[in-house]
């Protein structure tokens, strides 16, 4: 089975917290530790998390990774 990956980023808030939990319920696997770095253009921190999953079909670039 072919593994698809994902760079899942948000602002550090719930929402970020939100949409790795999301990705995990619909099968996605953490891949790495969690990244964060400071935005000093939005004077924000930045949060970021690799996901992978394993899919039956053949992987092309024009898929909706998401939507896996």
Not at 7 to 25: I, M, N, P, Q, R
Not at 33 to 62: L, N, W
Request: aromatic letters at 8%; hydrophobic letters at 40%; a positive charge.
């Amino acid at each position: 089975m072919p593994t698809i990956y994902r760079l899942l980023t948000e602002d550090d808030t719930s929402v970020f917290c939100h949409k790795v939990s999301l990705a995990l319920s619909k099968g996605w696997m953490l891949h790495g530790a969690p990244s964060i770095a400071f935005d000093p253009v939005r004077g924000v921190m930045r949060c970021a998390q690799g996901v992978t999953k394993e899919i039956a079909a053949a992987y092309h670039p024009g898929m909706k990774l998401g939507e896996q």
